[in-house]
């Protein structure tokens, strides 16, 4: 059998998100988000689920961390609710939430594990959307001022900030596909708010070296795309599948500038972009960390017509999980391959990959080794990335509890951690204790 051992210093975590957990969405002052608004609206989310209540951890924290101490991790992703500080978006703080924050950190920092903070994790002041969201310049305004907010209250305390999570799906999946909140279907606005959600960033970032302490980052996520066949048409059409998550997010970050076969792409379907001038400079100001956020890919080939890009995501028999994405880890080593080939050596921490299975507790247990065999193939797809030079400084799971998985409710569940969405029982499944004793060992067996 192999071992697969990593850097004694590597770091291991676990992720999750304010709107997915924490519930309590009327309490403590917070103010209304757009996926309180989206997932009230019948036909938007499986079952008419909604994150009213979720996983309560809004008043089980304590408990969480508890568990994220047995489980011996290191690092904690979570989010911020905008709306919980901020419950107009700009303008008056709500202190009931700065406090909630400051407890709940002090609680991560009190058990030896470190806060990474994620600003925006999808959750915007339903308020500003009134006045339009992220297609509104002004947002980016009240982005920057939320985040300057963030690192003064938080110096000392969080030292790991990540700004927008995954702003593929912040501006595509919920503007063009119309899958997430607030559910447009407008690939001009779509492309506008890919934009606007870069220059918040950039100012987030510019405020951060003014302000904060630490280290800031962004969190794309990317889907790998493994041409059907060596035909130029199949490979280009791939090119252009993977630049949707990668190079249109990662260029203007990492070179100042967007990737001109995209920018083309758009322009011949009567796609724009407004670039106000310092746009570019704020947006590609040097960041220090880059969290990577991968699940799956897919095999495409070439169709005139087919989607956005003459591209057909054909099925060759892949496993899937439950929630129906392939299981392809090849495409976890190569996505990261070519991120050392085109950024450099920027410091990368995997700050979500796990998978979707919905076993249920059985005799007080919960045999998920289906996500076992995933984290497995998928941990030796990171580690074959790390000793081919990928500088990896760590790794977060998706997720430590199972939780509101957005459109997809509550029926795809994700976490080491089951919990019983009527009793808000937690259950430790299999997974956990197999997570708990590589964190121990630093290697596994293959
Ligand atoms: N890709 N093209 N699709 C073509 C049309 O598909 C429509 C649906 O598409 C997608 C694509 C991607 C996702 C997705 C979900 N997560 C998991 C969350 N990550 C952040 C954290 O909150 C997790 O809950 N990551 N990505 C969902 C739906």
């Known amino acids: 059998m192999a071992i697969i051992k990593f850097p004694e210093h590597f770091k291991w975590g676990a992720a999750t998100a304010a709107y997915q957990i924490e519930g309590a969405v009327k309490e403590g002052g917070r103010g209304e988000s757009i996926w309180d608004r989206f997932s009230h609206t019948p036909g938007k989310v499986i079952n008419g689920d909604n994150?009213?209540?979720?996983?309560?951890?809004?008043?089980?924290?304590?408990?969480?961390?508890?568990?994220?101490?047995?489980?011996?991790?290191?690092?904690?992703?979570?989010?911020?609710?905008?709306?919980?500080?901020?419950?107009?978006?700009?303008?008056?703080?709500?202190?009931?939430?700065v406090k909630y924050y400051h407890d709940f950190v002090d609680e991560l920092l009190h058990n030896g594990i470190e806060p990474m903070c994620t600003l925006y994790h999808w959750d915007l002041p339903q308020a500003l959307q009134d006045k339009g969201g992220w297609a509104n310049r002004e947002t980016i305004e009240a982005f920057g001022q939320y985040a300057s907010f963030m690192f003064q209250e938080?110096?000392?305390?969080?030292?790991?900030?990540?700004?927008?999570?995954?702003?593929?799906?912040?501006?595509?999946?919920?503007?063009?596909?119309?899958?997430?909140?607030?559910?447009?279907?407008?690939?001009?606005?779509?492309?506008?708010?890919?934009?606007?959600?870069?220059?918040?960033?950039g100012l987030a970032v510019s405020q951060f070296r003014k302000i904060g302490e630490g280290e800031i980052g962004f969190a794309p996520n990317l889907e790998w795309l493994e041409p059907f066949s060596n035909k130029e048409e199949d490979i280009q059409a791939c090119n252009r599948g993977i630049a949707w998550f990668i190079e249109w997010f990662m260029d203007p970050v990492f070179h100042g500038k967007y990737p001109e076969f995209l920018l083309d792409w758009f322009k011949d379907k009567g796609v724009t972009l407004s670039i106000d001038e310092g746009d570019m400079e704020q947006i590609s100001q040097p960041i220090d960390i880059l969290g990577i956020n991968y699940y799956t890919g897919s095999v495409g080939r070439y169709k005139e017509g087919e989607g956005l890009f003459d591209l057909e995501p054909i099925d060759i028999g892949y496993a899937k999980t439950?929630?129906?994405?392939?299981?392809?880890?090849?495409?976890?080593?190569?996505?990261?391959?070519?991120?050392?080939?085109?950024?450099?050596?920027?410091?990368?921490?995997?700050?979500?990959?796990?998978?979707?299975?919905?076993?249920?507790?059985?005799?007080?247990?919960?045999k998920d080794t289906r996500r076992i065999e995933y984290l497995k193939q998928h941990l030796i797809s990171l580690k074959r990335a790390i000793d081919s030079g990928v500088n990896i400084q760590g790794y977060l799971t998706w997720s430590l509890l199972d939780n509101f998985e957005w459109a997809e409710g509550y029926d795809m569940r994700f976490g080491l951690i089951h919990i019983n969405f009527k009793t808000l029982a937690r259950t430790k499944k299999d997974s956990y204790f197999w997570y708990k004793q590589m964190i121990g060992n630093t290697w596994f067996e293959r």
Not at 70 to 97: A, C, H, M, Q, T
Not at 168 to 179: E, P
């Open 51 to 97: 994150g009213d209540i979720a996983c309560d951890s809004y008043h089980l924290y304590r408990e969480d961390i508890a568990l994220m101490k047995d489980l011996g991790i290191s690092v904690y992703r979570f989010s911020i609710s905008w709306p919980r500080i901020f419950p107009e978006g700009i303008g008056k703080v709500n202190e009931e939430g």
């Open 322 to 366: 439950d929630i129906g994405w392939n299981i392809y880890p090849e495409g976890f080593y190569k996505a990261l391959h070519k991120l050392k080939v085109q950024y450099g050596d920027i410091p990368i921490y995997i700050t979500e990959n796990g998978a979707c299975y919905n076993d249920e507790v059985e005799n007080g247990e919960v």
């Open 154 to 201: 938080f110096k000392g305390k969080i030292s790991k900030w990540l700004t927008i999570n995954e702003p593929w799906c912040v501006s595509f999946l919920s503007n063009y596909l119309g899958a997430h909140a607030p559910g447009n279907k407008d690939l001009q606005l779509a492309t506008t708010i890919s934009h606007h959600l870069l220059v918040a960033h």
